[in-house]
């Protein structure tokens, strides 16, 4: 490795390097960096699948080596692992153990990469930027890894929603304990492509504790303060049912809350059917129009007196209101214009037992803000992704997106890329490993060659290994 590294040296490094082409040092360490990163990578699996022959089970016959290619984030890496025959099947058990598949794969950190430049760009222009990165990941293979991802997370809500709601098992939960919690709901159009029909309605549903002000100490005066909402998780999925859909997302807050304890529920939307559905499976659930929708009624409805309007609904001045309403139709002089209030007034008393401001109808302090955070979330969340640039999806595709964007706005997406958990027959196939059986003593992973210590003091320092060495070594013994 040593005299490859010179060799990729020199021929960086040419002799007037200083005063012509000293702009590229920046490429010319990452390249060296990363191949003795290649190396070291190489030599550790090579020798966890060594220690992986030594404790298996015997009756697996070893056949010979076979090559497979980890994409990493310093490039890939070729690795020659054990192939196994038994009864006529065959094994890896290195690719077993790290959940590798075919001949090609990808370390987790490529892969939450991959997977986060797709849930903010095209997956073309994700792979182009990957690529600037040094990152060799193509267009397809992003795809393939947020379909993987976005799949598995709409697998097991769905799981988990099925074994609650059927069964009454209640998922692993961190119990927080809250005595308010706040839903507000929203949908978005996108357009379809390969489907039956044209466009589907993504649903999102997000839930927070509360609000608390963005920076410390005092507002600043004649600045209005920012909030950002407490505790805020985003349940999104495209539109299959509304009580389906109102399930999983009482799932995920059974996740994370001890429902028992939350004694107020506020609900707030534009008023659509599927979102009133929703408010059955709290108790008490206080139901709010979304003051977006509220306002832009009254507006079209009542012109000049719609501010009047506005604050008669969040006071509950129902006769105030009646009379704006009949006043409005008289002064139209009948036609098109009467046609116009009416319907916005039939909107209005369809969601009349929603026109009251919650504060009203519940204990509120001045840490009760007013509703109204599912727009720009949404706009934000999916619209940017899926709905604006002419983008157009199949079902299962925006389904899987909008998974991987929720969990990405929750942060928990890189759950969801690691290694799953080895079952119980694969741990009581292999006996317990040591860093030592993986990486032995008595050989050096760094190449001889006093020149490598002067310019990548990355792999040297105190004892034997250098901290890259320690640190792998560390990550191998969790």
């Avoid at 909030?227 to 349940?235: P, T």
Wanted: glycine content about 8%; charged content about 20%; some cysteine.
């Amino acid at each position: 490795m040593g005299d490859s590294v010179a060799t990729e040296m020199a021929t960086a490094l040419p002799a007037n390097w200083l005063t012509e082409r000293w702009q590229e040092w920046e490429g010319v360490v990452f390249r060296l960096a990363s191949q003795a990163a290649r190396e070291v990578i190489r030599r550790l699996f090579e020798g966890l699948d060594a220690a992986l022959a030594k404790a298996r089970d015997r009756q697996w016959r070893l056949v010979g080596l076979r090559q497979h290619t980890l994409v990493t984030p310093w490039g890939s890496v070729t690795i020659r692992r054990r192939l196994y025959r038994r009864a006529g099947h065959s094994l890896f058990l290195l690719d077993r153990l790290l959940a590798w598949v075919g001949r090609r794969s990808y370390s987790q950190a490529v892969a939450e990469v991959a997977v986060l430049a797709a849930s903010w760009l095209p997956f073309r222009k994700a792979s182009e930027l990957l690529t600037r990165l040094g990152l060799s990941v193509s267009s397809m293979t992003i795809h393939r890894l947020v379909q993987q991802v976005g799949g598995a997370i709409a697998t097991e809500q769905t799981h988990q929603a099925q074994a609650l709601f059927g069964w009454g098992e209640l998922p692993a939960s961190e119990d927080r304990e809250v005595a308010r919690l706040y839903l507000e709901a929203d949908g978005v159009w996108i357009a379809l492509q390969r489907e039956q029909r044209r466009r589907a309605e993504v649903w999102t549903a997000i839930s927070y504790e509360g609000w608390q002000p963005v920076g410390r100490g005092p507002a600043r005066p004649h600045r209005r303060r920012r909030y950002w909402l407490a505790g805020k998780q985003v349940f999104s999925e495209v539109a299959t049912g509304a009580k389906g859909f109102w399930q999983r997302q009482a799932t995920a807050l059974h996740r994370r809350y001890d429902l028992r304890a939350v004694t107020e529920w506020v609900m707030s939307g534009d008023g659509a059917p599927w979102i009133w559905a929703g408010a059955g499976l709290f108790p008490g659930c206080v139901r709010q129009l979304d003051r977006f929708h509220l306002a832009r009624a009254l507006r079209t409805g009542l012109g000049p007196a719609a501010a009047e309007a506005y604050q008669a609904c969040i006071a509950g001045q129902w006769t105030r209101l009646g009379s704006l309403w009949r006043r409005a139709l008289r002064q139209s002089g009948g036609g098109q214009a009467a046609e116009l209030i009416r319907q916005q007034r039939a909107y209005l008393q369809r969601q009349s037992a929603s026109l009251e401001d919650y504060r009203r109808q519940l204990p509120s302090g001045p840490e009760c803000r007013s509703l109204g955070a599912i727009e720009s979330n949404g706009d934000k969340l999916i619209k940017n992704r899926l709905a604006k640039r002419g983008m157009s999806w199949t079902l299962a595709g925006a389904q899987h997106m909008v998974k991987v964007l929720q969990e990405q706005a929750n942060g928990r997406l890189a759950s969801w890329l690691g290694l799953p958990p080895l079952s119980p027959v694969d741990r009581l196939s292999m006996a317990p490993l040591s860093a030592a059986d993986v990486l032995p003593q008595n050989d050096d992973l760094i190449p001889d060659g006093d020149w490598l210590a002067a310019r990548l003091p990355l792999l040297t320092g105190p004892g034997p290994y250098g901290p890259l060495f320690l640190t792998l070594r560390e990550a191998s013994q969790a």
